[in-house]
């Protein structure tokens, strides 16, 4: 409920871009997620724009943990984005996907000395997240001769709570600087950046001027006492997808400011710091949701439909928290995928899994659905093909569709063979 009164689902959603979903379920199965490949090049596109026509240095590296199937991932690089990878996993991921060394940025408290070698000898840009990671590196760079090119994670107070503080070092008591001092007066690194992420479904814009002034300052102080000068400023991710979060007042398409605003308050603060024209850093961002959200789709079917003790309609679906996690925290929007009768109800939306709070949607109004209906969930494209569970059921097979609208399978629904794999049975329990 809003001021507006409770919304009614009960537009069909028949096609994807052009293609039937009916079609679709058909032909790779229900629970089935569905990508659009011109609707990721749109996005990002879009957002390459607006940040270019404010601000005359900008790099787009993509976020893996947000989406790291490789169809996905390479979309992304034929766009001209780089890598933002958390993991060794991901480093390797985005080595396969023919991204160059040089074009890696590495973050993340857990990195092995393996990777950091790795990292090094390859040129990748290394996030330094903590003392003990920025030690381990001056080590390694010692004992094998390298020379990494480095830049440090700072958390800040933006006004934003709570405050990611747990990554990084902090601005406000200076570890950030005293961090940034040790690095340039070593031997062995090379410090190239200077980085933050500063939340996550971020909501305020002034929050990134806040965190852009305050990387423009460590980099002027940089350059006003060493003579150092960043090559780049690393503003992160966080940018919101149009998404309605949980307990939101108003649909996220009303509230969510748009890329624009975040360009407008980024570009503003780093080019009315005082750098020179040709000092100007370059401006990375790491956007992952906000590019891709909107490109995903769930198609399932419902299983069957019950009364609850309280005489609520409950709607129990082919899937649920295993597939779809953002559910947690958003309020997707779900259509039906037919023509239904005239006649809505307020019910609750489970999923199959054999746990109480197995929950698609809490509320939602919508036709009668019966048992064979098929519906479409919007805007699953972040996070639920990276952070999805195997629980009780397999997971589902992944559709691109592409510019020309046709259909490719970008990863194969699981089978038992697969999920047996790689286990092993003992000897004595075999017979």
């Known amino acids: 409920m809003n001021k507006f009164g409770s919304k009614t689902e009960n537009e069909p959603v028949t096609h994807i871009e052009s293609v039937a979903v009916k079609s679709l379920m058909n032909e790779y199965g ?18 390459q724009r607006i940040f270019k026509t ?3 240095k900008v790099q787009f590296a993509w976020s893996y943990k947000t ?19 958390v993991s060794g996993f991901e480093y390797e991921k985005a080595l396969g996907n023919g991204v160059s060394g040089s074009k890696i940025i590495f973050n993340g408290p857990d990195k092995s000395d393996k990777d950091l070698i790795t990292a090094s000898q390859n040129g990748s840009l290394i996030h330094i997240d903590h003392y003990d990671e920025l030690y381990t590196l001056i080590r390694l760079s010692e004992e094998n001769n390298l020379k990494p090119r480095v830049a440090i994670r700072v958390n800040m107070d933006t006004g934003i709570y709570p405050k990611w503080d747990r990554f990084g070092f902090n601005f406000e008591n200076g570890q950030a600087w005293n961090a940034l001092t040790r690095i340039i007066n070593s031997q062995n690194l ?20 806040i965190a852009a002034r305050n990387l423009c300052e460590l980099a002027w102080t940089a350059k006003e006492r060493f003579g150092k000068m960043v090559q780049y400023i690393d503003l992160g991710g966080g940018f919101p997808s149009t998404n309605t979060l949980k307990g939101a007042y108003l649909p996220g398409t009303d509230t969510v400011p748009s890329i624009d605003q975040f360009a407008d308050a980024i570009s503003d603060v780093i080019l009315g710091y005082g750098f020179k024209q040709d000092e100007l850093p370059l401006l ?4 992952g949701r906000a590019l891709i959200d909107d490109a995903g789709y769930l198609l399932g079917t419902v299983l069957a439909t019950k009364r609850l003790s309280d005489g609520r309609r409950a709607t129990i679906m082919d899937f ?13 929007k779900i259509s039906p995928a037919q023509k239904l009768g005239n006649q809505n109800e307020e019910m609750v939306m489970f999923g199959p899994l054999c746990m109480n709070i197995d929950v698609v949607r809490e509320s939602i109004n919508m036709p009668m659905l019966q048992k064979g209906d098929q519906v479409v969930v919007h805007k699953v494209g972040a996070y639920n093909m990276t952070q999805w569970m195997q629980f009780i059921t397999y997971r589902p097979a992944i559709v691109l569709i592409d510019t020309e609208n046709n259909t490719h399978i970008i990863r194969k629904g699981e089978d038992l063979r697969y999920m047996e794999e790689l286990e092993n049975i003992p000897e004595h329990l075999k017979s």
Do not use: D
């Not at 199937?69 to 933002?84: D, L």
């Not at 649920?320 to 997707?332: A, I, K, M, R, V």
């Open 67 to 85: 989406n790291y199937n490789n169809a996905v991932c390479r979309i992304f690089h034929q766009e001209g984005s780089w890598a933002e990878v």
């Open 30 to 47: 229900s629970p089935l997620f569905v990508i659009s490949e011109k609707q990721i090049r749109r996005n990002y596109q879009n957002a």
């Open 54 to 56: 404010r601000y005359p």
């Open 190 to 209: 090379e410090l190239v950046g200077i980085h933050c992420h500063i939340g996550t479904f971020m909501l305020s814009p002034n929050a990134y001027a």
């Open 320 to 332: 649920g928290l295993n597939s779809l996690f953002t559910s947690l925290w958003y309020e997707h």
């Open 284 to 287: 990375i961002l790491e956007s």
